[in-house]
């Protein structure tokens, strides 16, 4: 059984820093794509980040901020996250999909590209 298992959200002020991991169990998915996306409270989920074995994907709101990274040898997938703002307040979701490569920044911003899904970590910014 796949488990995908995020860790290092909290609270942290504007400006701050996290680094959030997402762990992969049950299937290697070294040299796969995996994700990140975000929903915060009243909106839709949305895409943040991934990587496959060729690139890394951001969206605009990330870009600059966010740095996305996987340590295939440890089967994890990072999203190092500065500079951060109150709107960046959500619950983070790590996605593992069975695409090597996804072919373009638009395919790896659906939802529809991944197959399995992390239960999520909250990370809270406050003002």
């Known amino acids: 059984q796949v488990q995908l298992v995020e860790s290092g959200g909290g609270l942290v002020q504007t400006g701050g820093s996290l680094r959030l991991s997402c762990a992969a169990s049950g299937r290697t998915f070294s040299g796969r794509g995996m994700g990140w996306f975000r929903q915060a409270p009243g909106k839709e989920r949305e895409f943040v980040a991934a990587?496959?074995?060729?690139?890394?994907y951001y969206a605009n709101s990330g870009k600059g901020r966010f740095t996305i990274s996987s340590d295939n040898a440890l089967n994890t997938v990072y999203l190092q996250m500065n500079s951060l703002r109150p709107g960046d307040t959500a619950v983070y979701y790590c996605?593992?999909?069975?695409?090597?490569?996804?072919?373009?920044?638009?395919?790896?911003?659906?939802?529809?590209?991944?197959?399995?899904w992390g239960r999520g970590t909250q990370v809270t910014v406050s003002s």
């Open positions: 996605a593992a999909s069975r695409l090597i490569n996804f072919g373009s920044e638009v395919a790896s911003s659906r939802s529809s590209s991944y197959h399995y």
């Open positions: 990587i496959d074995r060729k690139d890394t």
